[in-house]
């Protein structure tokens, strides 16, 4: 394995730890209600509270322009993060609230090493699905993990299972990072970029509030419509694990066109993935959406940010990780407002429109990138 690969398969890794809060918010969610220790509409704040210390230190990097993040301070994260898991356990909303911020903010660097250098490496179209392929098959075998060791019978077990989880994932994160410094001459693709670069990010921003929205409430409002919670978290471990075996096939076998990613027929397949999520009564019919919204986003998700790292790999690769999680952390909460004003239905709309928009992209990257 050469350098190039080892860094991206290591920054994968840790990534994955780091998105890992993201992709679990429908369980901590549904365990946090059931346990009685949040109500439904106030347990969508602990995901945003998550992602809102992802997006401070998301913030906080590229302004310091960091361009690496060496051994010595991804081992320091790793603690403090496993700390702030501790800290979630005290009584009442204010610890959860303090602990998973704290989570968040080292969430927040892990996830930015893993893509700016994904954006940064030779090959954009091939190592954004290799690093959500990693992030997907950890959270699934994350969740699967919650389930087989009854980590959802209540939120104490869950916070043991979790920090079990972190632990071993951020150990073998940390022996593989490999950092690098990116490369010089890709600041001169940003500039030619101009306007672009930030109607891109904005199309990514409205993608993640859609969709982490309508995800972070999939499992509780399943349970709601009579699905056992034991189904539908089996059914949230398997499609994250296909998807990301999904992911990590496309990208080895090189199937991501850097001319015609399909974000039209990506944007179908997860808005219909969406109102089957959305609707659906059955445990069968739920796991086909579950799914269907899994590979759609990461799929469209991969190809989004590759096309934003194709037009501006420096500026893309600093502030993708900001931008996905501002929109990540108005989604949950955007959807309990919803859900509190009894406009359920009005927000899946909005998740299925934002899943549409990427491909407004592709006629002006085309000329910027051609």
């Given at each position: 394995m050469n350098r190039d690969v080892a860094a991206l398969v290591g920054a994968s890794v840790l990534s994955g730890a780091g998105s890992l809060p993201l992709h679990l918010a429908p369980l901590i969610i549904t365990v946090l209600v059931v346990d009685g220790r949040a109500s439904v509409a106030d347990a969508g704040w602990i995901a945003t509270a998550v992602l809102?210390?992802?997006f401070?230190?998301?913030?906080?990097?590229?302004?310091f322009d960091v361009r690496v993040i060496a051994r010595g301070p991804a081992i320091a994260v790793a603690l403090v993060l496993l700390a702030g898991l501790g800290v979630s356990g005290l009584d009442g909303m204010a610890g959860l609230l303090t602990g998973w911020f704290i989570v968040g903010i080292c969430c927040g660097g892990l996830q930015y090493l893993g893509t700016i250098t994904a954006a940064t490496h030779s090959r954009p179209a091939f190592a954004?699905?290799?690093?959500?392929?990693?992030?997907?098959?950890?959270?699934?075998?994350?969740a699967g993990a919650l389930q087989w060791t009854a980590g959802l019978?209540?939120?104490?077990?869950?916070?043991?299972?979790?920090?079990?989880?972190?632990?071993?994932?951020?150990?073998?994160?940390?022996a593989l990072h490999r950092p690098i410094e990116p490369p010089?001459?890709?600041q001169e693709k940003d500039a030619r970029a101009g306007a672009l670069k930030y109607a891109a990010l904005a199309i990514v921003f409205v993608l993640f509030v859609g969709q982490s929205g309508l995800l972070a409430y999939a499992v509780q409002g399943a349970t709601s419509r009579g699905i056992v919670l034991s189904d539908a978290s089996w059914a949230l471990a398997l499609m994250k694990i296909t998807a990301g075996v999904c992911l990590l096939m496309l990208a080895r076998k090189g199937l991501q066109n850097r001319e015609n990613p399909r974000f039209l027929e990506l944007g179908l397949l997860l808005a219909i993935s969406d109102f089957i999520v959305a609707t659906s009564a059955g445990p069968v019919l739920f796991f086909v959406g579950l799914l269907g919204l899994e590979i759609g986003f990461n799929l469209l998700s991969a190809r989004l940010q590759a096309k934003v790292a194709d037009i501006a790999p420096y500026f893309g690769g600093q502030w993708l990780v900001a931008t996905m999680l501002l929109g990540a952390a108005s989604g949950p909460a955007l959807h309990g407002l919803a859900?509190?004003?009894?406009?359920?239905?009005?927000f899946m709309v909005f998740a299925m429109a934002s899943a549409m928009i990427p491909a407004a992209l592709i006629a002006a990257g085309r000329k910027v990138t051609a």
């Open positions: 809102l210390g992802q401070v230190m998301a913030l906080v990097l590229p302004l954004f699905p290799i690093r959500l392929g990693v992030v997907l098959c950890l959270a699934g075998v994350a019978a209540s939120y104490g077990q869950m916070l043991a299972v979790l920090l079990v989880v972190f632990s071993l994932v951020l150990l073998v994160g940390v010089r001459r890709i859900i509190r004003f009894e406009a359920d239905n009005a």
